[in-house]
């Protein structure tokens, strides 16, 4: 057995060690796989461990959630199958009559669920513009408002919504406050520690970091019975992850502050680069200081404002051909991994969607910043 530490580690310290994981018999210093689906019980027909079938959950995973859980500061974490699956474990503890709040550009997914809780289940939902300041405020009803919704920054046109500001008026109002951190995770904003009863991520994105897994993460303030609902919900539905996959989220976790600091730095050097330039209509990005957002997102991102930003392109026409003459940034969904993305993102939302049909949202990588600027410039060029 090794020594205990005699002093504190930070963070990203704890990040990059799984929580200084070292295997208590041979010393292995990265966990193993547990892909067992059925857990033996002892003499005594007790479970000999924390799981008995894998439904619930395996070893490997509870790994994966101690790790998460330690990293957004929560009482516990619960990882699930993908970011959806996550969002309908919570969404499916409403009763009807239960009024929601979420912003009116969220993340596609979890509009369309809402919608439809609205449609099938009685549920009132009301979404606000996050960015106008006290519209989420407006949007309470107390008393009827069960769930306060914040996804900040908002995808993808990177709205900032003060948390702290946003619990206050949640709490007051006897609702909780859920909060997507997908784009800004632990590691930038403190969600919990600003007020958040629950964090909710697609551990598809920055978490894993490696676009080679879906997955979503919960982790929650306070154990209480309604976590314990949302728990029952992933068994019944089999909504866990698996082994293999959470064993690739802890090698991924392990790197986060890294890359999320490369993709901050890179992606405020492109917002910089581009903004002003003579073939756009503007860039989208709270870490410029003309963003409305900016000082909000100044006070809550305090490890850097993320790898995520949107540019205007003179017209739709001109946002396709741009994104189709990249030749480093790769043209498909998704955010978070280590390769640079382009999206046409009107090509994925759903019909009615407010995102302006020019955007072109980036999720910058760890590649050389040189060549996604000059990549970008040349594309924009050949657009023309
Ligand atoms: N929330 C945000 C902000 C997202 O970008 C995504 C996926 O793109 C999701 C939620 C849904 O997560 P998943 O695709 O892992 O189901």
Redesign the pocket.
Known sequence: MRPPRQFTTRPETRTAQALHYVHPLHGAVVPGIEPSSTFARDENYDPMGAQVYARSGNPTLAHAEAVLADLDGAAEAMIFT????A?VAVMETLRAGDHVVAPRIM?H??AVWLQRMEAVRGIEVTFYDAGVPDALAAAIRPGQTRMVWV?TPT?PNWQITDIAAAADVAHSAGARLIV?A??SPACTTRALDLGADLVFQ????YLNGHSDI???GLSVATVDPWWEEIRDVRTLQGTAMAAFEAWLLIRGLRTLHLRFDRASASALALAAHFEGHPALRGVLYPGLANHPGHAIAARQMTGGFGGMLSILASSEGAARKIASHTQVMLPA???GGVETLIEHRMAVEPPGSAVAPELLRISVGIEAVEDLIADLEQAIERAQ
């Open positions: 993908s970011g959806m699956s969002t993340y997914g979890g996804e995808n997507d997908t784009v697609s551990a598809t994105k879906t997955g979503g969904t998704s955010l």
